[in-house]
């Protein structure tokens, strides 16, 4: 699929002058071919969803991928792709300050060019949701969570991490193109269910269903 789809933008558009492609990847279950495919196609940057590094966390919410296998991408992933980002959230449920502050010094020992903290966005309708609501799950508290990321910016400029947005951390150099576009209020297309545009004054927003998305 990416094989087809960067064959078809390359028919369409003229990405002799593109700097930066990057790609969300969701770590685990990776062979080599993934990551020959990816630098082949011009992939330099991957952004890597490690969320936390808590196996029992991660099952609760869904994420079929183990510390391991976190753990072993990044092992791998530097011999094709030495532009890396790792994306944590903050405020998870189960993530004490031990169990956090571990999940950082991680990550903070692979060859990173980038970081990217999240608060935990709680959404209506979903397992979280409910159970929240339910009183199964309890998130951490706001003061908790505020001193965890006050930490979590220090430890990050000691390491060389530098805030260049609320939530985006990188070496000097390495600040997303794609993530400082916006702020910049950059005009940018989006391709695909769900996907925003922005022409430098107007907003758009393709369906979100698959059906309604196909009909127009």
């Known amino acids: 699929l990416l094989k ?54 991660l099952a609760k919410l869904n994420r079929p991928q183990k510390k391991e296998e976190v753990i072993a991408f990044f092992e791998q992933a530097p011999r094709y792709i030495t532009n890396l980002s790792a994306d944590c959230i903050i405020g998870l449920p189960g993530v004490d300050e031990s169990c956090w502050q571990e999940t950082v010094e991680t990550t903070l020992s692979w060859p990173l060019k980038h970081a990217s903290l999240y608060f935990l966005t709680i959404h209506e309708n979903t397992p979280l949701y409910h159970g929240v609501k339910a009183g199964t799950i309890t998130i951490p508290q706001d003061e908790l969570i505020l001193a965890q990321y006050e930490w979590t910016v220090g430890r990050y400029a000691q390491a060389g991490l530098l805030q260049y947005e609320i939530s985006n951390f990188s070496l000097p150099g390495f600040e997303s193109k794609h993530n400082r576009g916006y702020w910049n209020r950059a005009a940018y297309y989006g391709f695909g269910i769900g996907a925003a545009s922005f022409d430098g004054t107007y907003r758009c927003v393709n369906k979100k269903k698959l059906t309604g998305y196909l009909k127009h």
């Open 4 to 57: 087809e789809l960067f064959s078809l933008l390359r028919a369409t558009f003229d990405l002799s002058g593109v700097e930066e492609v990057s790609l969300e990847v969701n770590p685990g279950g990776q062979t080599t071919e993934h990551f020959e495919v990816w630098s082949a196609l011009g992939i330099n940057r991957l952004s890597v969803g490690v969320q936390v590094l808590d196996d029992a966390v």
